[in-house]
């Protein structure tokens, strides 16, 4: 994310801010965690109010997230990942997906949010056979984030680059396209893109997305479908392509709910 406080690095003088809401907490509310204030709550039911479709499309933007880390495991032979904006942790996390498939996989976490800083201890376990490790820094940084990331992961072999519903929060469109190039910069052939993130098609989704921002929160800019394809220029995009959420492998028997939110998984060639 690219919204916060110190880092805990900074001593025990790191603050929590609980005055306004936060977007980390509030996604934790909406996916039923406990880790979120009662401002983050109340900001929480009134985008609910506005938009029901908000609970349910955080939920699908995990279980995307889910089979992409298992699709490129077993299908692509994947054993790295590097999950930026990864917020706070619920049930089943970035490294205990990859490291059930495969328990010598090797996971980054990199986020900035004080709370999901205090919880990194818990996000720095996983298995033997693997590596799981967390990072404070900002999307803004992408070279101080793949500095760090390679004292986890080996940068010369393929990574999973992660980034689900974050890349919203980047306001300014050419920035939002420059943490995306420049992450996969580094990355070597091979490596894969994970993305998922909001569309601007859905007219009660913006009338909350509005509301939100003026409550004082870090604002979230909601994208044309064109602009969100964009992230993935030059990349080979596995099938399906560039599709809504729940429309991404889904599971058999599932049904298929709309919603708006764009996901792809492309490949650096």
């Known amino acids: 994310m690219t919204d916060g406080n110190p880092s805990p690095d900074h001593g025990p003088e790191t603050k929590i801010n609980t005055d306004v809401p936060q977007s980390a907490r509030i996604w934790n509310y909406w996916l039923g965690g406990t880790d979120n204030y009662e401002v983050d709550r109340l900001a929480g039911d009134q985008y609910v109010s506005l938009y029901p479709g908000i609970a349910p499309l955080a939920r699908a933007g995990r279980y995307f997230m889910d089979r992409a880390i298992r699709f490129l495991i077993h299908e692509r032979g994947i054993r790295q990942f590097m999950d930026c904006g990864t917020g706070l942790p619920t049930v089943d996390n970035t490294h205990e997906i990859a490291q059930r498939a495969a328990p010598e996989a090797r996971v980054v976490y990199v986020d900035n949010d004080p709370l999901v800083l205090a919880h990194a ?114 990349l080979e995009v596995e099938e399906p392509g560039l599709v809504e959420v729940n429309a991404w492998r889904p599971e058999v028997g599932v049904e298929v709910e709309p919603l708006p939110t764009l996901c792809g998984v492309g490949r650096k060639p």
């Open 121 to 234: 201890r818990a996000l720095m376990t996983g298995t033997d056979e693997g590596r799981t490790a967390y990072i404070d820094c900002n999307l803004d940084d992408p070279k101080t984030i793949l500095d760090k990331v390679a004292e986890t992961l080996d940068l010369t072999r393929p990574v999973g680059l992660m980034i689900v519903n974050v890349l919203g929060h980047i306001i300014e469109p050419a920035e939002a396209r420059g943490v995306v190039s420049g992450l996969l910069d580094g990355l070597p052939s091979g490596s894969y893109l994970i993305v998922a993130d909001c569309t601007d098609e859905n007219e009660a989704f913006n009338a909350a997305q509005r509301v939100y921002d003026d409550a004082g929160a870090v604002p979230y800019r909601l994208r044309s479908r064109e602009f969100i394809s964009g992230y993935f220029e030059g």
